[in-house]
C-alpha cells in the first residue's frame, strides 16, 4: 500500500510529535480512517519529505511523530507561471488540478472580456480558497513537496503589467513560432527555465486584448491546426513546454 503524502504547513523536525492542522488530520482520519501506529508522508513546501508514525488518531485530533527525513526532489527545472482566463463550472478547477499534476509553479486566474464569470467579493475569496486546496491537494497526489501558489484573481491587464524577466508566450491559430521552435527565437544561448504562459477563456481575448498582449512583449505561439479548448489549451501547452524544456520525456 502507498504511504499516504500530506501536506501540513508547519515547521517538521525529526524526533517531533506533531499535531495535524484540520484539512490533513481530517483526510487521515475521516477519509483514509488510518489507526494509529500507521505510516503518512509529510510535507510542508520547504523541500524534501518526512516519513511519520501516527501516534494518535480522534475525531478532535490526529498527532503523528517524525521518524525520517527524506531528500525528494521531484520539482521540474523549468518554472512556469499560468496565466489562466477564468471559465465557467468545474473547468477551472479542472485546470488548476491537472496543471499541478504536470508541474505548474504559479497560476493567476484572470478576469478578461470574455471570461463570463462574474463573482462578488465574498464569492471570489472562497473560490480563490477552494483552488489552493485544490492545488493541495493535485500535489499530494503526484508526490510533489511544493505546493503552487494560485494567486488572486485580477484584471488581465493588471497581470500583463506585472514586471517580468520570464519569456512570455501566449497562443494564437496563425502565430510564426511554435513551441519546438521558441528556443532558437530567442537571442541568448541561456537554456529557457522560467515562462509566463497567457490561455483565454471559453471566449477567447478580444482584439484589444491580444494587442496588449504583444505591448506586454509576449511572443504569440500555435500549438497546430486545431482549435483547443481553453483547458485542453492550457494543459497541452504546460505538458509541451515540460517536454521541450522540463522532464517529460
Same mark, same amino acid.
Given at each position: 500500500?502507498?504511504?499516504?503524502?500530506?501536506?501540513?504547513?508547519?515547521?517538521?523536525?525529526?524526533?517531533?510529535?506533531?499535531?495535524l492542522n484540520d484539512d490533513a488530520a481530517g483526510h487521515i482520519g475521516?477519509?483514509?480512517?488510518?489507526?494509529?501506529?500507521?505510516? &503518512?508522508? =509529510?510535507?510542508?513546501? *520547504?523541500?524534501?519529505?518526512?516519513?511519520? @508514525?501516527?501516534?494518535? %488518531?480522534?475525531?478532535?485530533?490526529? $498527532?503523528?511523530?517524525?521518524?525520517?527525513?527524506?531528500?525528494?526532489?521531484?520539482?521540474?527545472?523549468?518554472?512556469?507561471?499560468?496565466?489562466?482566463?477564468?471559465?465557467?463550472?468545474?473547468?477551472?478547477?479542472?485546470?488548476?488540478?491537472?496543471? &499541478?499534476? =504536470?508541474?505548474?509553479? *504559479?497560476?493567476?486566474?484572470?478576469?478578461? @472580456?470574455?471570461?463570463? %464569470?462574474?463573482?462578488?467579493?465574498? $464569492?471570489?475569496?472562497?473560490?480563490?480558497?477552494?483552488?489552493?486546496?485544490?492545488?493541495?491537494?493535485?500535489?499530494?497526489?503526484?508526490?510533489?513537496?511544493?505546493?503552487?501558489?494560485?494567486?488572486?484573481?485580477?484584471?488581465?491587464?493588471?497581470?500583463?503589467?506585472?514586471?517580468?524577466? *520570464?519569456?512570455?508566450?501566449?497562443?494564437?491559430?496563425?502565430?510564426?513560432?511554435?513551441?519546438?521552435?521558441?528556443?532558437?527565437?530567442?537571442?541568448?544561448?541561456?537554456?529557457?527555465?522560467?515562462?509566463?504562459?497567457?490561455?483565454?477563456?471559453?471566449?477567447?481575448?478580444?482584439?484589444?486584448?491580444?494587442?496588449?498582449?504583444?505591448?506586454?512583449?509576449?511572443?504569440?505561439?500555435?500549438?497546430?491546426?486545431?482549435?483547443?479548448?481553453?483547458?485542453?489549451?492550457?494543459?497541452?501547452?504546460?505538458?509541451?513546454?515540460?517536454?521541450?524544456?522540463?522532464d517529460l520525456g
Amino acid at each position: 500500500m502507498r504511504i499516504p503524502h500530506i501536506y501540513q504547513p508547519s515547521p517538521l523536525t525529526l524526533g517531533d510529535d506533531v499535531l495535524l492542522n484540520d484539512d490533513a488530520a481530517g483526510h487521515i482520519g475521516r477519509v483514509l480512517r488510518m489507526k494509529p501506529s500507521q505510516q &503518512v508522508s =509529510l510535507f510542508n513546501g *520547504e523541500g524534501g519529505e518526512y516519513l511519520c @508514525e501516527l501516534s494518535a %488518531v480522534s475525531k478532535k485530533e490526529v $498527532r503523528a511523530t517524525i521518524l525520517e527525513y527524506i531528500d525528494k526532489q521531484v520539482e521540474s527545472p523549468l518554472c512556469v507561471h499560468l496565466g489562466q482566463g477564468i471559465s465557467r463550472g468545474d473547468k477551472m478547477e479542472f485546470t488548476i488540478q491537472k496543471a &499541478v499534476e =504536470l508541474g505548474v509553479t *504559479e497560476i493567476t486566474p484572470l478576469f478578461s @472580456e470574455r471570461c463570463g %464569470v462574474k463573482l462578488n467579493v465574498e $464569492r471570489l475569496h472562497k473560490k480563490h480558497q477552494q483552488w489552493q486546496k485544490i492545488a493541495v491537494a493535485a500535489a499530494e497526489q503526484s508526490g510533489r513537496n511544493f505546493v503552487p501558489t494560485i494567486h488572486a484573481p485580477i484584471k488581465l491587464e493588471h497581470w500583463l503589467e506585472q514586471p517580468s524577466d *520570464e519569456i512570455k508566450i501566449t497562443l494564437h491559430p496563425r502565430a510564426q513560432y511554435s513551441i519546438k521552435t521558441l528556443a532558437q527565437s530567442q537571442t541568448s544561448n541561456d537554456a529557457i527555465s522560467e515562462i509566463r504562459f497567457l490561455v483565454g477563456p471559453e471566449g477567447g481575448f478580444t482584439d484589444e486584448e491580444i494587442a496588449q498582449t504583444k505591448q506586454a512583449e509576449f511572443i504569440d505561439i500555435k500549438l497546430g491546426p486545431r482549435v483547443l479548448r481553453t483547458e485542453t489549451a492550457a494543459l497541452t501547452v504546460l505538458s509541451a513546454l515540460q517536454l521541450q524544456f522540463g522532464d517529460l520525456g
